[in-house]
């Protein structure tokens, strides 16, 4: 058995490991329904506004990127793409806040869950995009066994967790938001592991029937990918709307440079790899 202190140090976040999510860019076909929507009901601000898009996030750092379309088609929950983008808050009471102003504004969830390493809701932006919103608990308190750390589904007490909410008005989210993971559909996750643990250098986590789990530096994970509407997809077809593409950042210039020279590129400020499934991965250096 494989201790904990092996895989998840002390104090390990999504964004301090040694690589971790950027920027993630949907390709939209309405593109000021949906900066509205990320705006207002998501609560990431405008960091920048040009013709044909839209950068949010906080603190002045962009997390999304909205690429518009409008002649898009719109994406198809059976297709390979996005699963969902989560957004990783800091702590208890801003997960709480941020659920009192979804009830508040009549924000529609599609679900809660306890997954013991963090507590998280889910729901959709108006073209089907999935959206979590989480916040984790510390990694000291993460049990892992066999090299895999122990998640699990199990019902969020809504009420305690709106309880918890500090009792004044929400602002938004705070600096230090991030992306703190992605989850794919994908058609196949023995090629899934081939790629992300292969070609990536990412480490499984966790594994449930039908979906694996991915991380650096020992955080449960920063990319999933799951055939459960999926299975057997091929690539996704071009002029869609949904996933564009996801900024890997490397905290490391040698890793970034290793990672790039098995993209078959020179280390620079940007590398490109693409997934089986035609998943852009933007890597750059921090």
Not at 179 to 191: E, N, S
Request: aromatic residues 6%.
């Amino acid at each position: 058995m494989t201790t904990r202190a092996n895989l998840s140090p002390a104090g390990i976040t999504s964004a301090s490991a040694p690589l971790r999510i950027g920027t993630v860019a949907l390709t939209v076909r309405d593109l000021s329904q949906m900066t509205e929507f990320y705006r207002d009901a998501i609560g990431l601000e405008l960091v920048e506004a040009r013709p044909g898009l839209s950068r949010l996030g906080t603190g002045g750092e962009a997390l999304l990127e909205l690429i518009h379309n409008p002649a898009a088609r719109l994406a198809d929950r059976t297709e390979t793409g996005l699963f969902h983008v989560a957004f990783l808050l800091q702590d208890r009471a801003s997960l709480g806040h941020w659920l009192r102003h979804a009830a508040e504004t009549g924000v529609r969830l599609l679900g809660a869950s306890d997954h013991l390493v963090s507590e998280a809701l889910y729901l959709a932006d108006p073209e089907g995009n999935g959206i979590e919103i989480y916040r984790d608990r510390p990694s000291e308190d993460w049990s892992w066994a066999d090299d895999e750390v122990d998640m699990a589904t199990i019902r969020l007490d809504l009420d305690a967790l709106a309880a918890d909410a500090p009792d004044e008005p929400w602002g938004g989210m705070q600096a230090g938001t991030v992306v703190g993971h992605v989850h794919l559909q994908v058609g196949d996750v023995k090629k899934a592991d081939e790629f992300y643990t292969g070609l990536l250098g990412l480490d499984v986590t966790s594994r449930v029937r039908g979906a694996a789990f991915y991380s650096a530096g020992g955080y449960h994970h920063h990319i999933a990918a799951n055939t459960w509407n999926s299975a057997g997809a091929g690539p996704r077809p071009t002029g869609m709307t949904g996933l564009h593409s996801v900024e890997i950042v490397a905290a490391d210039p040698e890793l970034h440079a290793r990672l790039a020279a098995r993209a078959g590129e020179q280390p620079g400020d940007s590398s490109l790899f693409t997934d089986p499934w035609g998943t852009v991965l933007r890597l750059r250096a921090a």
